[in-house]
Nanobody
């Protein structure tokens, strides 16, 4: 049974930081590009950041570029999202996803359960 287990969500102040983590169970992350998506209330799910299978290439949504950093540790079968300079509009449920990475990321079949991020004073 494939599972992506996420952690690290919570409440942060504007300008604060959070680190999200996702670990794969029953799946080898080395075979996949990985992405982080988020869904804010009343909005569509959007790709926030993506990383290629070896971690050489990354891609970010314009709204988070320069503030968020995606990374992976294939030895630990994890992918992380370091979020700095948080803004209220970053609020939403964040999801880990396995996919493919060519010139750009394409989402795939496996998803984490989602972790809530709330940015508020």
């Amino acid at each position: 049974q494939v599972q992506l287990v996420e952690s690290g969500g919570g409440l942060a102040q504007p300008g604060g930081s959070l680190r999200l983590s996702c670990i794969g169970r029953g799946i080898d992350f080395r075979a996949y590009g990985l992405g982080w998506y988020r869904q804010a209330p009343g909005k569509q799910r959007e790709l926030v950041a993506a990383i290629s299978p070896t971690g050489i290439r990354t891609n970010y949504a314009h709204s988070v570029e320069g503030r968020f950093t995606i990374s992976r540790d294939n030895a630990k079968n994890t992918v992380s999202l370091e979020m700095n300079g948080l803004k209220p509009e970053d609020t939403g449920v964040y999801y880990c996803n396995t996919g493919t990475y060519g010139d750009t990321y394409r989402g795939g079949a496996y998803w984490g359960q989602g972790t809530q991020v709330t940015v508020s004073s």
